[in-house]
DNA sequence: TGGTCCCGCCACCCT
DNA sequence: AGGGTGGCGGGACCA
């Protein structure tokens, strides 16, 4: 990657790994604000790698995981079109149809699973959505390689959630489960490797999150699902704890740095400084990703459904503890961004549009106007 | 130190 | 043939 490239060459640059800033679950939440607005449908692969700083390989594995619940669908080659939130209740309700079809059980944490009269090969055949892809090739080969593709294990692992008794599944279990009867060693920490990149994705679009187990405090993830987002305001206000907790990296794009042995250990001793001087920035994220959820919140409401504590003044609305207007305005001041650089200003400048104009739109007021 | 998961190699697919 | 796609697992990171 050139963006690689050229910052490594620079020799004043911050020669600092942080693998948080790579993470999975970051690149999606950055992917998601990057095209989660109105007037995107078509979604270039080389565009979101360059715009988000990372290769193109990293792009699929987001992506596919996307289209498995319905938020983009592959177009063809390097496109995809942007289907949006609204997609994933339908695609979750399909999933969870196949699998009573299918028999999906799921007893519980460490116990086992079943994928009752089917292999996997059976299963995979049956769950396309839509009819994305055309059923005609069906050779052996494509077969086995469509049983191990990030999109089905993604599908199977909602399944395992939506079909589920327990609270929680453990990563260990879901992936006993999904191997069914061939679970060697090698086999199961493959399949485990995937699905930590699954529920990371799914973590940073608060369909799951991490906990642990109380018996054995194995780490475990408990489904929160989205409809329920839409419908319950604790649940919208565990959305923005859960975004005020995590930290994410400083900068939109996941350009910087490949890690190496010496820049972790020069990283080490340099993460509190770090940490401080970028404190500002991180602000900045946690400000995008605030309004990320907020435009998640608006573009729901605005086609329909239950306004959440989000409910503009002015709107009718059964939540008591709405907040009023006021505090965005404030939250706007309080976490007044200072953006280091172009790509996240451009970014910041299209989300206020975005926010202001649906404000205008939804609330009937006169366009807001924040300070700058 | 075990859990986590980034990273990029390379096989396979498609045009 | 060559570019696109994505499975896979080594090994770095981190709590």
Redesign the pocket.
Known sequence: ?SSFVSRESEPNSRTL????E????LLCSNFLALYNHDGVQTIG??DAASKLG?????I??V??ILESIGVVA?K????YSWKGFGEIPRVLEKLKEEAVKQNFCFSGCNKSLRVSDENESGVSLNLKIDGQDNPS?S?K??DT??E????LITQNFVKLFLCSEAEMIT?DSAAVALLGDAHDS??M??K???L??I??VFASMNLIEKTHHPESRK?AFRWLGWGAKLHNGSKTALVLNESKKRVFGTEIT?HSL????A??SV??KSQQKENIATHNKHESIEYDHEIYKLEQHSKQSSKGFVFGPFTPAGMPSGNKNVRPVRDWESLACTYKPQYLNQALSDLFAHYMEAWKSWYAEVAGKEEIHLSS
């Open positions: 990657m790994y942080c693998r948080k790579k993470s999975l679950g692969l080389d990372v290769e193109r390989r990293r699929y594995d992506v596919n592959r063809g080659k390097n496109q090739e050779s080969h494509i390689k469509r191990k593709s990030l999109w990563l090698t086999a920490r493959t485990v490797r995937r930590y990149d529920a990371n780490p996941n490949k890690r190496t042995k820049n972790s990283h080490q």
